[in-house]
C-alpha cells in the first residue's frame, strides 16, 4: 500500500504454517513501512489473528526476542470472546451499536412528536380526516361493521 500525499509505502507479508503443536495454523504477518526514500521508519509483525505490533526503525533484520519486544508498541488486540455468548456471537462493540441510550430515547421521542404533528397539519390542510378513513379501511378489510378499537 503506497500513499499518494507522502509517498511513504506499508509492505507486508503473510506467511502460513502449520503449528504441530496445537494443530492450527499461524498466520505469521511481517512487514515495514518506508518513507518516500525508501529507507524503513518502522517494522510490523504479529499475528493476523491475535494481535499486530510495530517498532521504530528498521528490526527486520534482528531476532524477535524478549528485548526487541519491550520496544515494540502494540496495534491491536484480539479481545477475549465474552464469557456468556450471546445468540447471534455478536462482540461487545456489536451490541452496543444497537442500544438505546437516554439521549437517543429523546431524540426518538421528538421524531416520532414532529411526525405526528407533521400528519395534523397535513391532514388539516388537505381537508380529509386520515384517521377515520384508516378506520373504514380497516373495518372494510374485516368484513364486520364493528370497528376494531
Known sequence: ??????GSQCLLVLVITWN???????FQVQGMVQDRHGRTVATLFG????????MNDDF??????????????MLWR????PRFPTRY???????TLNELT????????????????????????SGKNLASSAL???????????PLY
Open 1 to 6: 500500500m503506497k500513499s499518494s500525499i507522502s
Open 20 to 26: 504441530i503443536i496445537s494443530n492450527k495454523l499461524d
Open 47 to 54: 499475528k493476523w489473528d491475535e494481535s499486530m505490533y510495530y
Open 60 to 73: 527486520s533484520g534482528k531476532g524477535k526476542g524478549f528485548e526487541s519486544m519491550k520496544e515494540a508498541h
Open 78 to 81: 484480539r479481545s477475549k470472546p
Open 89 to 95: 456471537n455478536l462482540t461487545r462493540f456489536a451490541m
Open 102 to 125: 437516554h439521549g437517543l430515547k429523546v431524540v426518538f421521542m421528538l421524531i416520532a412528536i414532529l411526525c405526528l404533528v407533521f400528519l395534523f397539519v397535513w391532514q388539516h390542510n
Open 136 to 146: 373504514e379501511h380497516t373495518c372494510s378489510l374485516n368484513h364486520d361493521s364493528t
